[in-house]
């Protein structure tokens, strides 16, 4: 251990940051067990709170920015300590003193574009709503039924725009009153938060409260399991509360209204993986299979670990922005998880999943073995 971070600010920091708990651990590894890290390489949230407990961070390594925020030792501790909120700490320090190891120098230009542009993808502001120039989507005005809000990658990645553009259609074939907010739409901040850049996150959510209370917006349908999270439970810290859906919740209550009817044949197996801000931050496991189980034709195969034990994409945390070698990419292992199934489509529903495994799909040579899809393109392509 080279650099020791003082011993108050370590503690202060991560009292601060709501982790205190730590001092409950006795060390029994069990995190380390379930970590998904520990299939790629050897990594110890247990050190790591063990040298918090101690003061003895070492917060220039790689280490801290490691944890992906998955959820599953968090949800396995026997003493309830809040690993992710100790990682997050330790993030906020080392971003404090500007302590950026090469692997997570990336995710400071994903930090620079947040603040100019709203969004962490080096997209122009002006530019937001461009993937819905030819598909006449309204601007949310006061009294519609709902605001959908885009998210970045929905709004910027190539790939993630036929997302979009499938929501738009399922919405508008419904006849939902809908509208989106363009350029006044400003990133959810829920993964810029967990890398430590607290002030950040600060802002970007009183930008996106004060345009939501603006227009009068009550209730919020999101893509992104990330943008569920942080508005669900994140935006109430702000003293607000919008009525929060995610898209697979608001089309099963279309479909079981009979506002929406899927009239599509489907022929072949899909597998479902679970987004973990979607899953284990939560509990939304049966509304993505429901819809899909909805689809005639469709037989919904499940991989080896699934539900509470869905291995992550890797993308969390921020770990969407950072370097990743190769052998050490969770979406590989997903990906072979998928494949063994006999699945010819690996849905989800995260748009940090479907870029993950897009690569690793590309890396592996899946290309004409599996697809990847989002739930409302299969929706979409049933109606
Ligand atoms: S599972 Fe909990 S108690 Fe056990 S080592 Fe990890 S943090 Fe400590
Ligand atoms: S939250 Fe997930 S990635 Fe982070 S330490 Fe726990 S198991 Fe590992």
């Given amino acids: 251990m080279e650099t020791i971070a003082p011993f108050l600010e370590v503690v202060d920091e991560i009292t601060e940051a709501g982790g205190d708990v730590f001092k409950l651990c006795f060390q029994c590894g069990l995190c380390d067990t379930v970590c998904p890290w520990n299939k790629v390489r050897v990594f110890s949230m247990r050190k790591l709170i063990r040298e918090a407990a101690f003061g003895l961070s070492e917060v220039e390594g790689e280490d801290i920015w490691r944890c992906t925020t998955c959820g599953t030792c968090p949800a396995q501790c026997p003493r309830g300590v809040k690993q992710i909120d100790i ?37 122009e502001r002006a530019k937001r709503a461009d993937w819905a120039k030819d598909l006449s989507v309204k601007t949310y005005a006061e009294g ?34 809908f509208g989106i907010l363009g350029d006044k739409e400003n990133c959810c901040g829920e993964s810029i938060r967990k890398t430590g850049s607290e002030q950040v ?28 999270h942080t508005f669900k439970n994140e935006y109430p810290e702000f003293m607000v509360n919008f009525e929060i859906v995610h898209i697979n919740q608001y089309l099963l209550e ?12 489907y022929n072949g197996k899909v597998t479902y993986h679970d987004p973990c801000y979607l899953g284990r931050h939560n509990g939304i496991y049966d509304e993505p299979r429901d819809l899909l189980k909805k689809v005639s034709g469709l037989e919904l195969v499940e991989m080896q670990t699934h539900g509470k034990n869905s291995l992550c994409c890797g993308g969390g945390g921020g770990r969407i922005w950072m370097d990743t070698p190769r052998q050490e990419r969770f979406s590989d292992i997903r990906l072979n998880q998928a494949r063994e199934t006999g ?8 748009p940090y999943c479907i870029t993950n495994f897009e690569e690793s799909r590309l890396n592996l040579g899946f290309e004409e073995v599996i697809e990847v899809k989002d739930v409302t393109q299969i929706i979409s392509d049933m109606l």
């Fill in 144 to 177: 519609m039924e709902v605001l959908y809000f885009v998210g970045c990658y929905l709004s910027y990645d190539p790939r993630m725009k036929k997302v979009a553009a499938a929501t738009v259609n399922i919405l508008k074939k419904a006849d939902v009153k």
């Fill in 254 to 265: 279309l479909l079981d209204r009979g506002q929406l009817e899927l009239t599509g044949k």
């Fill in 201 to 228: 996150f600060k802002d970007l959510a009183r930008k996106n409260i004060k345009t939501f209370i603006d227009n009068g917006v009550k209730k919020i349908i999101v893509s992104s399991p990330h943008c569920f």
């Fill in 87 to 123: 990682a997050v700490a330790l993030r906020r320090l080392a971003s404090q003193y500007d302590l950026f190891p090469a692997s997570v120098k990336s995710a400071r230009t994903a930090r620079a574009s947040l603040i100019s542009e709203g969004n962490p993808l080096q997209g």
């Fill in 343 to 350: 699945a010819g489509v690996l849905a989800t529903s995260c």
